[in-house]
């Protein structure tokens, strides 16, 4: 593949224009910063198609060969229009598609050219925004070739409401702290658990309007940790409290399926992973999952004990925990594969579970090292492992995960008199180490995602005592420095807690500081590729405490759950025993329709 920019004095004629749902005005020719094609036939190059001359042209032959154009930032097109080679007596079969990152396409025409004219046609669809266009050819009725003149995009001038609310949700269940726990959206619904140390709710919300669907309260006291939604069930996992033995606390891990249209419970799968003596408070965790395939993956820690000999007091038994991952059958909870390590006075746990083709990407921490293990999706068996510390020295904790078709991707942390973040990128096929990227400064990563080739790590900074909220851009195949976007509301403590990305958008949750007794709950949107920033939403309930822990972005919306205080002590302080929890629906602002 080949990339031809075009003459510097029309590249300067750019328009600025930011993403947002869009409202046309004026239709107008849109700049393009350059061009490239799948291939090209000798001479006939693929910016012949912008040089203003109907004389040259690209061509390639072949089926589904394609020419592309960038331009240069993301705009609002509605219109191409096409000088076709000898287009007065052949007729060219081709698709049009766009995309806002040059790795997710959209198709909005498939045709054929009217085979009547060697000027111009036009070919118009619904307004949508994207900065990249390709033309897919299909041959003509007389061959395999595909053979372009000249391209115009058009568009029109869009306006940018990116970020505006399209609806929210408050939930107090028992008039005390209501912390969001699991945020999940699939077949239109959205699906939120939120609870406190005593009870727990389940609701499914309209992904459209946030009317309530239903709503359901554990009987029993559970803490939830993760959720997801797959084929008609919805999933939450985590541990559910047992009777105290001897003032001592245990748990068992749990995972529940209810049915997504009604709440309905289907089945409940809890586990006592080595059965614990009564002198003992043996805590089990799941604590994330991923759906695949009618199978449900969990991650987390089981209990098991281990005896040493003290020299005055004899065996004395120990608790410690195992890194553990389990695998059910999504229609029934059996449990289908059990993998775990454990070692004698060392703990582990999972921390991130995910799921590429035939590989369960499990990563966490054990006997101090982070580690990556990949186990095979039907069988549990490993596949292969990476362990790691920090300059190879210190202990390091995992704390996020992604994945791509090609690597994987972790990000971890350390804490010594400063923080510390790094990020690694391993062959997914191998676990061989391909890049490490240290984060400068004194900056600890919370989040991890990638988007088309790139890789986005959120957290914080911290620079003379105040904490800034971070969000560094490396590029996905070798790890170099893309760009970084940093930033302090005003003068406290603003923090990262949660990133999303979708359609050429990082999407970043959070929280900012507005004074000592102010915490304002914070969506920003920032372009994938420059780090800059597209809208904000930025909101105080109660001038109180307000933070967004959590965040999705499904076609063009951005969901986000957290919580707000509600009341204040008599001193006029936050009172955070009694916390709303608050789900917020908000436009992504890529225009898909009109």
């Known amino acids: ?78 219109e191409i229009s096409v000088a076709w080679r000898q287009g007065d007596s052949r007729t060219a079969a081709f698709d049009i598609r766009v995309s806002m990152d040059a790795g997710d396409w959209t198709s909005v025409f498939s045709g054929q050219s009217s085979g009547q004219t060697l000027g111009f046609e036009d070919y118009r669809f619904n307004a949508i925004s994207a900065r990249y266009m390709q033309i897919v050819g299909h041959g003509n009725n007389h061959n395999n070739w595909n053979a372009i003149n000249e391209v115009e995009i058009r568009g029109a001038m869009c306006q940018q409401s990116g970020g505006a609310l399209i609806w929210k949700n408050q939930f107090d269940l028992e008039h005390t702290f209501d912390l969001p726990d699991a945020l999940a959206v699939a077949d239109n619904r959205v699906y939120v658990v939120s609870g406190s140390e005593t009870a727990s709710a389940v609701r499914a919300l309209s992904l459209d309007s946030g009317e309530l669907l239903w709503q359901k309260k554990p009987s029993r006291e559970i803490k939830v940790n993760e959720a997801g939604a797959q084929d008609g069930r919805f999933f939450f996992i985590g541990s559910i409290m047992l009777p105290d033995i001897e003032d001592r606390s245990q748990s068992d891990g749990f995972v529940r399926a209810l049915d997504a249209s009604t709440g309905e419970r289907l089945w409940t799968y809890q586990f006592d992973f080595d059965h614990a003596p009564d002198n003992l408070s043996f805590n089990e965790n799941l604590t994330t999952l991923a759906v695949a395939d009618g199978r449900v993956f969990v991650g987390g820690s089981g209990a098991f004990q281990t005896i040493y000999i003290d020299e005055e007091d004899g065996p004395i038994l120990e608790e410690h925990q195992a890194f553990l991952v389990l695998a ?162 005003d003068g406290g403590r603003d923090f990262v807690q949660d990133i999303a990305t979708a359609h050429g958008v990082v999407v970043i949750a959070g929280s900012s500081d507005v004074d000592e007794t102010i915490e304002d709950a914070m969506v920003k949107a920032l372009d994938a590729a420059t780090g800059d920033t597209l809208w904000v939403d930025q909101f105080d309930l109660n001038s109180s405490a307000d933070d967004l822990r959590l965040v999705t972005i499904v076609d063009d919306k951005v969901i986000a759950a957290g919580f707000s205080a509600i009341a204040h002590n008599a001193d006029g302080s936050v009172n955070f025993s009694d916390l709303d929890a608050v789900t917020r629906v908000l436009n992504l602002g890529i225009c898909p329709d009109c």
């Not at 960038?70 to 609002?76: I, K, M, S, T, V």
């Open 1 to 78: 593949m080949r990339w031809f920019p075009i003459l510097a004095g029309l590249a300067e004629l750019t328009f600025g224009l930011g993403l947002g749902q869009l409202q046309a005005q004026t239709p107008r020719a849109l700049p393009i910063a350059s061009v490239w094609a799948s291939s090209h036939r000798d001479s006939n190059l693929p910016e012949h198609t912008i040089d203003g001359n109907l004389h040259t042209r690209w061509a390639a032959q072949g089926d589904g060969q394609w020419i592309g154009y960038d331009l240069g930032a993301a705009q609002c097109v509605d």
């Open 328 to 489: 059910l059958d999504a229609s029934t909870g059996a449990l289908l594969w059990q993998h775990e390590l454990r070692q004698d006075e060392t703990d582990g746990f999972v921390t991130k579970i995910i799921v590429r083709g035939e590989q369960v990407l499990a990563a966490g921490d054990f006997a101090e090292d982070g580690i990556v293990r990949a186990l095979s999706a039907s069988t549990g068996q490993l596949l292969w492992e990476d362990r790691f510390r920090y300059d190879n020295n210190s202990d390091a904790d995992t704390v996020a995960l992604a994945a791509d078709q090609d690597r994987v991707y972790v990000a971890v942390s350390h804490q010594d008199q400063h923080d510390h973040g790094f990020v690694r990128a391993l062959n997914i096929q191998n676990g061989i180490l391909l890049w490490d990227d240290h984060i400068p400064g004194d900056t600890r990563p919370s989040t991890l995602r990638v988007g088309a080739s790139s890789v986005f790590v959120g957290g914080f900074t911290v620079i003379d005592s105040n904490i800034d909220a971070h969000v560094r851009a490396l590029d996905a195949e070798h790890g170099s420095f893309l760009w970084q976007h940093q930033f302090d509301l």
